[in-house]
């Protein structure tokens, strides 16, 4: 698929502000008075401004609360729905932090899981699509939650919980990328599939359907090269898991932290790219790009 910057953008910050929220949420990280303040802030100008992020990618963002309507059958919707319960929740549960200095436990659990909620859905918004069979797996909504709680844990200061999840995010991305490279040859899919005309031999593409582009070719239809693709995976694993872990090993520095926790964002940017740009749609093989 096309990277459009609006989807990188949504699915790399949102899931940083639900993740800082989910550790807020369980009082594990739970500051009060102004401090408490600025971490919601932060966390809610992450996660709000994903989800407003990804608006810019709709070819029609005025209708974007259609989406709440269809809950029984969209993820979209299902993360709609999430992402208002979540935010609700733990604005109840910030207030009393930061005007009160009350801990409301359970409020703030219900939070954290409607936050991590909200990121499964967005996951499964991709993972449900058996057409892109790189996607179609358990793999992209271990990666969207792994990841979400490494970062959260950097952004709240837990250090030593970041590690080992930091750790845990790079093996799982690793993975995902390891059987996604392998999916769409094994999903069975090919000319003779997509055609219906197996039966009677070797399918080939004589010319293209057409001479000029269109939105399918935009937006489905993207190729990367192999060498270019596993250098931005290297690049990608090494910010957002070698250098972070690295960086924390040695005692607490704010320096050392904010290197860590910019250098993850951008590492989750890279493999955001990648998550899109090498989505192999099966349209492709109309074009003969599979």
Known sequence: MHPAPSVIIFSTFSGLGFGL???MGLGIHAPTGFVGFVFFALAYLLAVGGLVSSTFHLGRPERALKAFTQWRSSWLSREAWCAVA?????????????????????IGILGAIASLGTVFTTSMIYGQLKTIPRWNSFYTSANFMSLCIAGGAL??????????????????????????????ANSGTNMQTATGLGNIGTVRAFEPPHTGTNYLLREFVHEIGRKHAQKLRIIAIGLMTVLPVLV?????????????????????LAARWLFFAQAEHVVGLYYGKR
């Open 155 to 184: 952004l709240a200061g837990q250090v030593r919980t970041a590690i080992p999840l930091l750790v845990l995010a790079g093996i799982i991305q690793i993975g995902t990328w390891l059987r996604g490279d392998t999916a769409f």
């Open 21 to 23: 929220l989910i550790f």
């Open 86 to 106: 979540a935010l609700v929740l733990m604005a109840i549960y910030g207030a009393g932090l930061v005007f009160f200095a009350q801990q409301w436990t359970l």
């Open 248 to 268: 924390l090993l040695p005692p607490f520095n704010h320096w050392l932290a904010l290197i860590a926790v910019l250098a993850h964002v951008a590492g989750v």
